[in-house]
């Protein structure tokens, strides 16, 4: 089971990264595919979620996301996307996919990307 994650980069106030998820060992429409973010020296917290099929591929958003956010599959290429548009500074951080929705010892993690909204 193997998460890996990609897209971070450098964008301006305003600007619109896609973050990728790929997933290999397991399909993400059989589970529920989180993603999250840390700034050093805080608490890594949840983004956005996506959940299987079999719970109707319900989308989750933390409240300062809303609205900007938008969490979605592509199960033919076994990946999960975060569309990230209207950034702001304060949205800068790494960002994480994970497997459940929830950080626990169990959870699954990939590696981080990192995402710089500056000027």
């Known amino acids: 089971v193997q998460l890996q994650a990609s897209g971070g980069g450098l964008v301006q106030p305003g600007g619109s990264l896609r973050l990728s998820c790929a997933a290999s060992g397991f399909r993400v429409d059989d589970v529920a595919i989180g993603w999250f973010r840390q700034v050093p020296g805080k608490q890594r917290e949840g983004v956005s979620c996506?959940?299987?099929?079999?719970?109707?591929?319900?989308?989750y958003y933390r409240d300062s996301v809303k609205g900007r956010f938008t969490v979605s599959k592509d199960n033919a290429k076994n990946t999960v996307y975060l569309q990230m548009n209207s950034l702001k500074p304060e949205d800068s951080a790494i960002y994480y996919c994970?497997?459940?929705?929830?950080?626990?010892?169990?959870?699954?993690w990939g590696q981080g990307t990192q995402v710089t909204v500056s000027s």
């Open positions: 996506i959940s299987s099929s079999v719970s109707d591929g319900i989308t």
């Open positions: 994970a497997t459940p929705c929830v950080n626990t010892p169990r959870t699954r």
